[in-house]
T-cell receptor, first 112, second 111 residues
Framework: GEDVEQSLFLSVREGDSSVINCTYT??????LYWYKQEPGAGLQLLTY?????DMKQDQRLTVLLNKKDKHLSLRIADTQTGDSAIYFC????????????FGAGTQVVVTP | EPEVTQTPSHQVTQMGQEVILRCVPI?????FYWYRQILGQKVEFLVS????????KSEIFDDQFSVERPDGSNFTLKIRSTKLEDSAMYFC?????????FGDGTRLSIL
């Protein structure tokens, strides 16, 4: 089946690192994405990774991909209060027209 | 940086009425998408559009829905006879290669 799973909630203290996890089911996925959504707002693309990569780093963000286990994670270093939001993992399939399958989202709450 | 723009930001409509949601994708993009997000739920794919026709659609995208690219810039989603359960945030997205770029969404409220 086509399903992307994420834990629903993460609480982290300001200055610590956050790690948000995601598992996906389709081994033919080509790209995997992380989007951020603040309350009442749209979907902000944070980063994405091609499925033949293991890791991608972009400033405070590090994406790790374990293709064998179909596991994707997003690490946010030095988490700030402005990082409080819902984070969505999404995958696109090689056999589709690029539609994205989203997870349910992880709500990250950053406490002072 | 170019962006996907959606109008209106909020649309309130009586049940049974027709509604048209509008999107202006990024100008050199060729693939267009609509997604929806019911309050508190995940983002769901509705339809993809390429070369002036629907390339893929989900089970949600039934006969009440239609999409159109009436000119070189706009991409619209029409819901013919709205139902209460159509209340959601609707997102338009576009891409050339990767990644997909999303608009800020239109919140549709059906009364």
């Amino acid at each position: 089946g086509e399903d992307v799973e994420q834990s629903l909630f993460l609480s982290v203290r300001e200055g610590d690192s956050s790690v948000i996890n995601c598992t996906y089911t389709d081994s033919s996925s080509t790209y995997l994405y992380w989007y951020k959504q603040e309350p009442g707002a749209g979907l902000q693309l944070l980063t994405y990774i091609f499925s033949n990569m293991d890791m991608k780093q972009d400033q405070r963000l590090t994406v790790l991909l374990n293709k064998k286990d179909k596991h994707l994670s997003l690490r946010i270093a030095d988490t700030q209060t402005g990082d409080s939001a819902i984070y969505f993992c999404a995958e696109s399939y090689s056999d589709s027209w690029g539609k994205l399958q989203f997870g349910a989202g992880t709500q990250v709450v950053v406490t002072p | 940086e170019p962006e996907v723009t959606q109008t209106p930001s909020h649309q309130v409509t009586q049940m049974g009425q027709e509604v048209i949601l509008r999107c202006v994708p990024i100008s050199n993009h060729l693939y267009f998408y609509w997604y929806r997000q019911i309050l508190g739920q995940k983002v769901e794919f509705l339809v993809s559009f390429y070369n002036n026709e629907i390339s893929e659609k989900s089970e949600i995208f039934d006969d009440q829905f239609s999409v159109e690219r009436p000119d070189g810039s706009n991409f619209t989603l029409k819901i013919r006879s709205t139902k209460l359960e159509d209340s959601a945030m609707y997102f338009c997205a576009s891409r050339e290669g990767q990644p997909q770029h999303f608009g800020d969404g239109t919140r549709l409220s059906i009364l």
